[in-house]
């Protein structure tokens, strides 16, 4: 047997990749982030599966838990919550099956930053304005950040930032990287991209628009992303790209 460790994408059922979906119909146990997702993303569940949702467990749990499924013979599905490279515990989960001597495998999943630029219609790498996306989060009462990636060394190179598990903080972070980006930069947090209750709130660092107090009227407090740069306001600015332009020689 094997467990399937699976991208849920941002959490629409819709947004599951075909791949995905054939898991979670053939799996007998299908563990989730009850959290994160919408419960239509079950319904490609097996009707016998048996669904664990890991939102109270911890990871001795949760691997306890594949692990004595595959035990029983039963195909395992692990859902993970936009896509498994990112801030999943996939390394942590995979390396204790290891030591099980468990078999896994990844399936990749739609990421929530990808899900939130989608939705406002927006690309984040516009040319001549900025050609990177840093994705990173903030650290408060979780997992440490390594000293070389603190916030105001990635806001330095003007990229356009994508800010995971920080919405609590938005107020704090702002005051952060308004030195390196400006008061005016726009600012997008998208709660929930692609489910049903979706909000998407809108503003700058500071000015006249705080994001941060959109994000606090709004009471948002998980579950949301946070796109921080210039290429957020470049509809009508920037350059275009070289890979399309007519005077670029083509074989």
Do not use: K, N
Not at 134 to 151: I, K
Not at 184 to 196: N, T
Not at 239 to 244: A, R, V
């Amino acid at each position: 047997m094997t467990v399937h460790f699976v991208g849920a994408g941002p959490g629409a059922a819709d947004l599951l990749t075909l791949r995905a979906a054939r898991l979670l119909a053939d799996a007998r146990t299908v563990l989730y982030p009850g959290t994160y997702l919408d419960a239509e993303v079950l319904s490609h569940c097996h009707d016998d599966a048996h669904l664990v949702d890991t939102a109270r467990l911890d990871l001795d749990v949760i691997t306890a838990t594949m692990v004595d499924a595959d035990a029983a013979g039963h195909d395992v599905v692990r859902l993970t919550s936009g896509d498994p490279s990112l801030y999943s515990a996939l390394h942590e989960q995979t390396r204790r099956l290891d030591a099980a001597g468990v078999r896994w495998d990844v399936t990749p999943g739609v990421p929530s930053y990808a899900a939130a630029a989608a939705r406002i219609g927006q690309e984040l790498t516009v040319p001549l304005v900025a050609q990177s996306v840093v994705l990173t989060r903030t650290q408060a009462r979780s997992t440490a950040m390594p000293d070389r990636e603190s916030l105001e060394a990635f806001a330095a190179t003007g990229s356009t930032l994508v800010l995971h598990l920080a919405i609590t903080r938005t107020r704090d972070l702002m005051t952060r990287l308004a030195p390196h980006y400006g008061a005016d930069c726009p600012v997008v947090v998208v709660y929930r991209a692609s489910q049903p209750d979706e909000v998407v709130v809108r503003g700058t660092i500071g000015g006249a628009q705080p994001i941060a107090d959109a994000v606090e009227a709004a009471e948002l407090r998980q579950a949301a992303v946070i796109l921080v740069g210039p290429a957020l306001a470049a509809r009508t600015t920037g350059g275009e790209s070289y890979l399309y332009s007519a005077e670029r020689t083509r074989r």
